[in-house]
Every structure is written in C-alpha cells, then in structure tokens.
C-alpha cells in the first residue's frame, strides 16, 4: 500500500459543522466542538476530514452561499480555531478538507454587491444579461430551488443568473479575473495545511451557451451548462496552477456526470467524482417521487461504476441525502441493515465516503413538520405542491422524500439532554428522538452495535491490500444479492450482500465456494454450508487459496 496516496488508502468522514459538537451552548454546533471530537474520530480510523463550508456565510443555504472566501463563519469560530483544528488533526494523522463552492457566492458577498453597478469592474464577476422584453428573462432556465434561474436588477434593468436561490448568484468563469481570484483562494488555504477540496457543483461552473432549455418536469437548462469543453478547460487550469503545486485531493460533485466525462475529469482535473446514479435509484421522474423497488438500479449503478472508472468516491449518504438505513436499510431490522450498507460502503472500489452519524446508523427524523423546516428547497417544494391542492399531509409526505434536512439534525453522541450535541436544548434543528437508543456511547459499550461493526470494518479495509487496491469484478445475481470479487496481487476476497430483508436462496456457485469468512453481520457466520442468505446478510470473504 505505500504507493497509494492517502485519499485512496485512506477513509474521509464528512462533517456538516453545524449539526456535529456544539461547543458553546447556541445550539449550532462549531469548530472547537470539532476538535473535541478529534479522539473519537482518529479512533474510529478515519483519516481525511471533509468540512461542509465553515466561511462566513448569510446561511440562505447554510454555508453553501459565501460571502467571504478567505475568512471563518464567527457561528463556528475564529481562524484560530480553524488553524488549530488543522494542528490537532494532524497530531492525531487526520487531514482537512474543504468545500469549495465556486459556481456561486451569496449575494452578499462584496463582489456582488459591487456587481450591480454596470461600471464597476466586478460587473464581470456574474452572469448579466438583458431580457427579450420588459419583465421577461433571458430565458427559460429554472433553478434548483424553484422558479426561474434569473433575478431582475432595476437599477441596471439587466438579470443575474442563480442556479440556486437568488440569494446565490452565480460566478461568471469567463472572466480571468474569477479564475485568479479563486486560485488565490486555493493557495490560501493550501498553504494554510488543508489537504484539498470537495468541489460544490463543479460541473457545472461554465455555461456554454445561453438559448433556452428543453422542457422538462424539472430543472429547464441544464444541457447548455452540464459538463461542456469550457468546464473541463477551466478544472485543468486549476489543476496545473494550482493543485499540481500540492500534496492534496479534489473530489467533485458532479450531478448526473456520465461515466465518459467523468473519465475526463479524472484525467490530470480532480482525482475523484460523485456520481449521482445511486442516488437517483429509488426516484421517479422526478425526486419528489420514490420506489421501494430500487434494488436493480441501485445494484446496476454502483456496479457499473465500479467497472467504467478507475477509482470511485463512494457514498451512500451525505447533508443533501436522506439517511441510507432510513432509505436502503429499515428501521425493524436497523442494524443488520445499517452493517450490511457498512460492508457496502468499505469494500468498492473506491475511496469511502462516511457521513458523520451514518457510523451509528442514524435515521431519518420522524415526519418533518413543517415549522420545523430549515432547508430553503423544503419551503419552496411545498408552496408549489399547496398550489396544485394537496393536503398538508400529502405535501409534507411529499418534501419528505427528498427533505435535506434529514441528514442534518444533530449528531448524537450520548443518551443526555440535546443527545450531548449541545448544552443547550434549543438546538438549530431538533435532535432525532431516537437518540436514545442510537448514540456514540451506548454504541461504544456494545460490541455488536453498528458502530462496534464500522470500527471493525475500518480496521479490516485499512490493512487489507485487497480491498484498498484489488480490482473489483462481479458476479451476476439476481438483484436481491450483490456479490462481487475484489482481486489483487493473487488474493481473492469475495462480498456478498443480500439488500433485502427476506431470506434469498443462493445460487449452486456461491453455495459450493469454499474460503475463510473475515468478517460477517451476522455472528459466526458461514455460507459454505448454507442454502440461503438471511435479511440483510453480508459477509467478507477470503477464497484465497
Ligand atoms: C451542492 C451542495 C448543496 C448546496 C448546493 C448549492 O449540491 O451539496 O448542499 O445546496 O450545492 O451550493
Ligand atoms: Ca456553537
């Protein structure tokens, strides 16, 4: 393993700042909350930290819109305590990484402000344009969050691009002057200590032309800016200025990137990218709707992918995504689900990618009211719905299933007041009830919980060259098993997962294979001898001879 570099040996777990230790009783949780919770995570075995965005920030999109690229959000804390987040981290073998959201800043962010004098020279900063007539937009673009992608600016009578909310304007990366000024964001914090950055929407950063989209149920627009030539120019600037400068990673958010562009950007761009397949699996039409039939297609992507690049950022969750035991696992049979989604997430191809909570199996809150609500989308999405009759329950149903905010409730660490996120019981986003059963220490003091399984997995993944480096190869089931190879210098390690929670039947090839179990979700397990596989199953194995 010593070639590999440490984003491919090594495990990076996401923190979404706000909700994971809260270490001044505001109930937001912040940077020295994180460093008291260094421990814990270098125990856990990770080795990357990837922080959703801790600038200052207006909060329209909980950091996602920045208004100062070069400072700390005062909710979270000081450069100091960033810069000894850095140190702690790296005592303890951990390395930071950023979210670098540069397809837009808030609007309140001083270029933008600056921007809405046609004279000034941060005018080129955004995307303006005229509209065709009076009170009519350049064209038909929707945003991600609702309504049209253009805002009217009076005082110049030109519109801004914002495929976000309107409280993020979009960057022009046309301009030279953008490009600068974000590599100097980059050398910032490169020099800083930061190990690299999770890139916000990164393809989508250019637009290539600006006629109107095609119809569609949901976002209008975005082939005339998804992936283009100019994106890709742009990506391998950055990379030979910059990031070929330092010892780091990039992993890119790329929405529904294809397996031919994202070859391409992982050709001497960014090292890795998130594919959105898998996350698409259980959606219909569009992502208000779902299916408990997923199964297939979520086999199918993940597999696929596995075979079409070389090297995977794996994810079963993340803030924008329900919590995957919730939507792939089930709540009855919690944590042999949770473990067999574990055994997933650790043994691809690929680098794991472990949403904070994800490693205690944390779930879905129950039905988010709607004065609960903090994401922005959800007061939106149910506005709309209201205006075609639907009932408050069949709307709130509705946002559910995609409601971001999920994921976002606080970290649970003990069964104490605020499930020990927070001194305070006010916290941002009310804390699951399930606290009590689900949490950091009752979980540590039980060998079988998930959180004893995860640390096991860890252990197992990071001193097993096969896993880290093999090739991943699979075999063809029947889409209720997801079982596949993983080759490497002459071992043979063989995973089988049984995604649903009925007993399955296994095929003659797997009954008859013979090999040492090195790690099961059921205690003591072994197929050899056995017809089926119970709910849930999944069991690492070594065929090596
Ligand atoms: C990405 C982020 C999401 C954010 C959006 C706009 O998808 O993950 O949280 O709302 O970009 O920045
Ligand atoms: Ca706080």
């Known amino acids: 393993m010593e070639q590999s570099k440490l984003w491919q040996k090594g495990i990076v777990y996401q923190i979404y700042p706000r909700s994971f230790a809260d270490s001044n009783g505001d109930g937001i949780g912040d940077i020295p909350g994180i460093i008291s919770k260094l421990d814990y995570l270098k125990s856990l075995g990770i080795s990357i930290l990837w922080l959703s965005p801790v600038y200052p920030t ?55 402000k600056a921007s809405k004098d046609a004279n000034s020279p941060y005018h080129e900063y955004y995307i303006y344009k005229k509209g065709p007539r009076p009170g009519v937009p ?136 998130f594919q959105f397949d898998t996350m698409n699996a259980d959606k219909v039409i569009v992502p208000i709707f779902v299916t408990k039939r997923w199964h297939k297609k979520f086999k199918k992507t993940l597999s696929d992918w596995e075979e079409q690049v070389n090297w995977n950022a794996v994810y079963l969750e993340n803030h924008d995504q329900k919590r995957s035991v919730s939507r792939f696992g089930s709540k009855t049979k919690h944590d042999l689900s949770a473990k067999m989604l574990a055994t997933l997430l650790l043994t691809l191809k690929g680098t794991p990618f472990i949403y904070q909570g994800e490693e205690i199996g944390m779930e879905d809150y129950p039905l988010f009211k709607k ?8 007061f939106w999405l149910y506005g709309l719905l209201r205006k075609f009759h639907f009932s408050d329950k069949q709307c709130l149903r509705f946002v559910n299933n995609m409601n971001r905010d999920h994921a976002r409730t606080p970290m649970q660490w003990d069964d104490g007041p605020a499930a020990g996120f927070s001194s305070n019981q006010a916290t941002w986003l009310p804390v699951n009830p399930n606290y009590k059963k689900y949490n950091v220490k009752a979980e540590e003091a039980n060998p079988d919980s998930v959180l004893s399984y995860y640390r096991k997995l860890i252990k197992l993944r990071s001193s097993d060259e096969v896993l880290v480096l093999g090739s991943y190869e699979k075999m063809d089931t029947k889409s209720s098993i997801f079982a596949y190879y993983r080759l490497y210098g002459g071992k043979m390690h063989f995973v089988l997962l049984n995604l649903t929670d009925r007993r399955v039947t296994l095929p003659k090839a797997i009954r008859e294979m013979k090999g040492k179990v090195l790690l099961s979700n059921y205690e003591g397990a072994g197929f050899t001898y056995k017809k089926f596989l119970r709910p849930y199953e999944s069991l690492i194995v070594d065929l090596s001879e």
């Open 58 to 112: 207006p909060n329209a999109d909980f950091g996602y819109d920045i208004s100062d690229y070069m400072g700390i959000n005062p909710e979270f804390g000081t450069m100091d305590d960033f810069d000894r987040l850095i140190k702690e981290a790296k005592k303890r073998g951990i390395r930071i990484v950023m979210d670098l959201v540069v397809n837009h800043t808030s609007d309140e962010h001083p270029w933008f």
């Open 138 to 273: 350049p064209n038909n673009w929707t945003s991600n969050f609702g309504g049209p992608a253009w805002e009217y600016v009076p005082e110049i009578d030109e519109w801004y691009l914002h495929l976000f909310s309107k409280k993020q304007p979009d960057l022009n990366w046309r301009s030279e002057k953008v490009i600068e000024e974000v590599e100097k964001v980059l050398r910032f914090w490169l020099d800083r200590g930061v190990y690299g950055f999770r890139c916000d929407v990164i393809n989508q950063i250019y637009k290539e032309s600006f006629e109107d989209g095609k119809w569609k149920p949901w976002l209008i627009g975005q082939e005339r800016y998804l992936m283009k030539e100019g994106n890709h120019a742009i990506l391998k600037r950055l990379h030979d200025d910059v990031f070929a400068h330092y010892d780091c990673m990039t992993v890119g958010e790329t929405y529904n990137v294809d397996f031919k562009n994202a070859r391409r950007f992982m050709d001497g761009e960014l090292d890795m990218v």
């Open 371 to 378: 004065k609960e609500y903090k994401d922005p989308v959800n």
